[in-house]
């Protein structure tokens, strides 16, 4: 092994058993919501583009005047995208940061 | 509305020149004033990490947000309506999955380069190497397809030859990146993203106040203009697999690109990291959704024929549009920001380039991670004016050839080879070192062979009458090989020192400054 210099603030101690299961369970706590909304990303823009491939006339229909179905919906998946975003920024400010500073001091 | 109107663009005109200039002495200014501020490594490589959220937000969407992207989505959907928004749609979509899972763990585990997280458990010498090269080579395409772009946009706009605009662009780049680095490149990209978006934004509002600032007015001329059909989906995306593939890679193409990866170094911690992102998604879409009125307002306003008169590919169409709506002043003002919009991804990449060499292959590998910090600042400024070099060469090298599918195989590349072994060693403990070089070599050859025997190089640019694969984006093949090359090796391997420094990484990834 080679002198890392990368990495910062490397525990010295090894973390007990206790203090990393109280880490685990915070982590997958995130780890969940991150994958189910990037999930939720996927299968939305999926669809979107699935959508078009299938069937562009659904998407061209007029919803007004100057207005399509695949406008409305290319424009909503770019509004879905920054309410994903900003929604899970918020969460994880509100929930998941006070859990890590609960378990940071909890920890030996 | 004039079908074919006298245009000034392509001659040098005062104002174009006034703000170019104004441009370049501003940033100048900043980069003379960060250049005093930059004595470290890191504070050359990641502004020290000093940067507020904001700030990044910003920086994050000026590093975007390019000149291809401006005139490249304004011109697709000026020529051929609604198709120019599947485009901005998938150049966003990546930008949630960057803020859910990459951009907290990566700012926790790293310093300079995304090679930092696969180190903390991996080992340096492999890893670094192959890290690097797919670094570099996510970086060279994006470089050429921005630098030739830049040649032929800045020649089509202010007149000047293509060799002097190419050796413009490059020269004053450098001297951000050399002279300022990270505090200097950041506050270019944050100059750039509040010029192109307010610049856009103007451009918007005054062609929209022809149609009484109701956009759907605007969109009904289009389509009485030029028939119903350039409300609906045309001939961009034809085949479900070819969607998917192109879908896939600007999917997860966006959390591996160097560039923007970087720029989670420069921020203080997870937190802020976070919070930057939702920004920088934020000032992209609104953006997107900006293009797609400026697109049909130069469709209904310039004419599809006097935009395609001027360039085939219908690029000028948000120049043409600020010269219907505002005079030769306006042009000159967008012409302007079209440059400064290139200079400042061109140094945001160079510096991505930059750390790769000097922190991955010099400290790392060579000097197997023992040296000094003056060293190491000169070490990332000879990679940065290297590089610069480098990208003069290539913008050189590349003149007059078709390049638009660079931008395509960078993205493809950076999803599957950066963001597979990210996932991968963050959340799999048996991931290991001969795991992770397989993954990045696997999806970085995968996407190049694929590509240069897909119909885009094949065919349209080798000239043979039939592809050997018919897949135009290889993210739907190279993505998974590269999962599949990085779970089967490290299952064939065994790493016992990579296994037990899983809890440690992970106890870091996590809690980041407070552990």
Redesign the interface.
């Known amino acids: 092994m080679t002198p890392e210099l990368a990495a910062p603030a490397v525990t010295a101690t090894t973390p007990s058993n206790e203090s990393m299961n109280a880490v685990r369970a915070v982590a997958s706590m995130r780890w969940r919501m991150a994958i189910v909304l990037s999930l939720l990303m996927l299968v939305t823009y999926f669809a979107f583009v699935l959508g078009i491939a299938f069937d562009k006339p659904a998407l061209g229909t007029l919803i007004t005047q100057g207005l399509s179905v695949g406008i409305v919906l290319g424009a909503g998946i770019i509004l879905t995208a920054f309410g994903l975003t900003a929604f899970y920024a918020w969460w994880a400010n509100r929930v998941y940061d006070p859990a890590l500073d609960e378990v940071a001091r909890g920890g030996p | 509305m004039s079908p074919l109107l006298a245009t000034s663009l392509g001659e040098p005109n005062l104002t174009s020149i006034l703000f170019f200039f104004a441009f370049v002495s501003v940033t100048m200014g900043i980069t003379y004033w960060a250049a005093r501020k930059t004595k470290t490594a890191s504070e050359f490589l990641t502004a020290g990490g000093n940067v507020t959220a904001v700030q990044n937000g910003f920086a994050l969407a000026g590093d975007y947000m390019s000149a291809a992207s401006f005139l490249g989505i304004a011109g697709l959907v000026a020529t051929s309506g609604?198709d120019g928004?599947?485009y901005?749609?998938?150049w966003?979509?990546g930008?949630?999955?960057v803020?859910?899972?990459i951009a907290?763990p990566l700012r926790n585990l790293?310093?300079?380069t995304f090679a930092?997280v696969l180190?903390?458990r991996l080992?340096?010498?492999p890893v670094r190497i192959a890290a690097a090269f797919s670094t570099l080579t996510v970086i060279s395409f994006y470089l050429i397809a921005q630098m030739v772009g830049a040649g032929n946009l800045v020649r089509m706009m202010f007149g000047i030859p293509y060799e002097a605009a190419v050796g413009a662009v490059g020269v004053v780049m450098l001297l951000y990146v050399l002279f300022g680095g990270m505090i200097a490149t950041t506050w270019v990209q944050i100059v750039k993203a509040v010029l192109l978006l307010s610049g856009a934004t103007l451009l918007a509002l005054m062609a929209l106040s022809k149609f009484g600032f109701n956009?759907?007015?605007?969109?009904?001329?289009a389509?009485d203009q030029y028939g119903?059909?350039v409300?609906?989906?045309g001939k961009l995306?034809?085949?479900?697999v070819?969607?998917?593939s192109?879908?896939l890679a600007l999917?997860f193409g966006t959390a591996g690109l160097p560039h923007i990866l970087m720029r989670f170094y420069t921020v203080r911690d997870a937190?802020t990291a976070?919070?930057s992102?939702?920004y920088a998604?934020?000032l992209i879409?609104f953006f997107?959704?900006v293009t797609?009125i400026l697109g049909f307002g130069a469709s209904v306003l310039v004419g599809r024929d006097a935009i395609k008169a001027v360039d085939a590919g219908g690029n000028m169409a948000a120049p043409l549009l600020a010269e219907a709506v505002g005079g030769t002043p306006f042009l000159g003002f967008i012409s302007a920001v079209a440059f400064a919009t290139i200079l400042a991804v061109v140094a945001g990449l160079t510096l991505s380039g930059a750390a790769a060499l000097s922190?991955d292959l010099w400290?790392?590998v060579i000097r197997?991670?023992?040296?000094g910090e003056k060293e190491q600042l000169t070490v990332a400024r000879v990679a940065s004016a290297a590089l610069g070099v480098v990208a003069i060469v290539l913008g050189l090298v590349f003149k007059g050839q078709n390049v638009a599918f660079m931008v395509g195989l960078a993205f493809a590349i950076a999803a599957s080879s950066n963001f597979p072994v990210l996932i991968l060693s963050m959340?799999w403990s048996r991931f290991t070192t001969k795991g992770a070089v397989a993954s990045i070599v696997t999806g970085a050859v995968v996407s190049v062979v694929l590509i240069v025997l897909s119909p885009t190089v094949w065919v349209d640019i080798l000239k043979n009458a039939a592809p050997l694969v018919p897949l135009k984006n290889p993210g739907i093949v190279a993505l998974p090989l590269s999962v599949l090359m990085g779970v089967v090796v490290s299952l064939l391997t065994s790493e016992p020192?990579a296994r037990a420094k899983y809890?440690?990484v992970?106890?870091?990834?996590?809690?980041g400054?407070?552990?």
């Open positions: 609604f928004l599947i901005s749609v998938g966003l979509v930008w949630p999955v803020t859910f899972l907290e790293g310093k300079f930092d180190t903390a080992q340096q010498k956009p759907l007015t605007l969109f009904s001329a389509a119903a059909e409300l609906a989906p995306v034809s085949s479900p070819e969607a998917v192109l879908g999917m937190r976070r919070t992102v939702v998604t934020g879409g997107y959704l797609f922190h400290t790392h197997k991670g023992v040296v959340l020192e809890a440690d992970q106890r870091r990834m996590e809690l400054n407070r552990a």
